[in-house]
């Protein structure tokens, strides 16, 4: 029997959930189309006690609702449906602006206008939640901290190292790139797998409505949800304030590849948390108030990474090829960490981690253009603001080891003198600033720059 295209569908449908046994099943539909099931394993959890069942079962809702964006892109119907009870008008609103700014980007590509399309339908208003601590005893702080493969979260790691937090290195998926990072934090580790419906590939190879999607909302309902589970009162990621700059602007709308990686969903991704989840489940970024150059500078002190990190994307693709070794040397993700990381490391080392010095091939300059937005825009991807970028290379222009570099010589002869200079500078770039959610405890480790 033949699929039935999901571009035709008049709506999409939330179909049901539960939780048995370490799975939670997620099931969604276009029309009376075939069930699209997802599930997520969480190994060797414990059975819930009494006391967190009605957290386990706001966060299960909260999975579901949010997970639905990896198949509702497939025909971005233009009616929503819950078989069970309907979010609440709080939910619901929150849930129409994740999937309208979640996939700003996968419209922008889709030649697509979801303003007015996306409407979650509210339901009955729910009791505000308990916290999953007994009455009079304080949170366990035990923190879950996802680790990306990347710098970032390996800054995060040795934060709440520094600080003696009990923490747990926890990934989404099989990456081995991932087990290896997560396994050199000397933490405990804990790897949850994410199964999508096969029946959202056969769509694909249909021809359904592809494109990017926001995981980090994803994950980090994923990880409320594990954290309910094992016994965690916190869930820490690691996006820095850059992630909240958009990339450009498509029909009057910003469009930013990292959306939910910004302030804007941390803060009401989190508030959500603490309202319909459990009081005392606390979601946060760790390095919110930090640039990219910033955390760069951080990870730049730490060795023990070197040989195992990478920010490389083609090593996380779900299909396709993937690079021989940690770094293409290709994609924007590359381009820009070698870039970030190049004024705070030893030049011989940072040539070690990539293999080649990607500063000093004049055919890449397309590439970091993008990045410092000279001649186009920053690239879909999570690398930091033109800003950045520019600052970066003028510091390296000024370093004799790093001048004759031909793209570094190549921004010092073009590029710079078409500049502010005092823009250019590192120092006001490297200070913490902005809003966070960061815990009291945590707040010197992470705003004062020295430590």
Sequence with gaps: MA???????????????????????LVYAFDDGPELIERVVFPDAPSPSLRRAAALEAALDLLHAIAGVSYYKAGVPGAIAFESPAPDAATAAFLDTLYLHGLGEFAYHNRLDL???????????????????????????????????????????????????DATAVWVGQSPLIA????????????????????????????????????????????????????????????????????LEYEGQPVNHQWSKGWEFERAFGELVRERVA?????????????????????????????????????????????????CGQCPKCHFVFLALAPFMPKPRLLAIF??????????????????????????????????????????????????????ARFADEIAPQLDAAELALPALLA??????????LQPFVLDAHR
Excluded at 5 to 20: G, K
């Design 279 to 327: 009081a005392d489940l606390r979601y946060y970024s760790l390095l919110r108030p930090l640039s990219e150059l910033a955390v760069a500078e951080r990870f730049a002190r730490h060795t023990r990474y070197d040989d195992v990190f990478s920010s490389c994307n083609r090593n996380f693709r779900i299909l396709g090829p993937k690079p021989a070794d940690r770094w």
């Design 3 to 25: 699929l039935p295209d999901p571009r035709a569908a008049r709506a999409f449908r939330f179909v049901r959930r539960d939780y048995a046994d370490g799975v939670a099943s």
């Design 180 to 247: 290896a990072c997560a396994e050199r934090t000397g933490l405990p580790t804990l790897n949850i797998r994410r199964e999508l419906s096969p029946v959202l590939f056969d769509y694909n190879k249909l021809g359904a409505y592809n494109g990017h999607i926001p995981v980090t909302a994803i994950n980090s309902a994923i990880l409320v949800l594990a954290a309910v589970l094992y016994g965690h009162d916190a869930v820490a990621f690691s996006n820095e304030r850059s992630a909240s700059s958009a990339t």
């Design 355 to 408: 293999g080649r010095n990607l500063l000093d091939d004049a055919t890449l300059a397309p590439g970091f253009d993008a990045l410092i937005e000279y001649r186009d825009h920053k690239p879909f991807e999570c690398v930091g603001e033109g800003a950045e970028s520019r600052a970066a290379f003028a510091a390296l222009a000024a370093r004799a080891e790093w001048s004759e570099d031909a793209l570094v």
């Design 432 to 441: 913490p600033s902005g809003e966070h959610r960061i815990p009291v405890q």
């Design 115 to 165: 303003r007015g399309r996306i409407r979650f339908p509210a339901g009955a208003a729910v009791r505000a939640a308990a916290p999953l601590a007994e009455q009079g005893s304080a949170p366990p702080r035990r923190t879950l901290v996802p680790i990306g493969g990347g710098k970032d979260s390996l800054v995060s790691v040795e934060i709440l190292r520094a600080a003696g937090e």
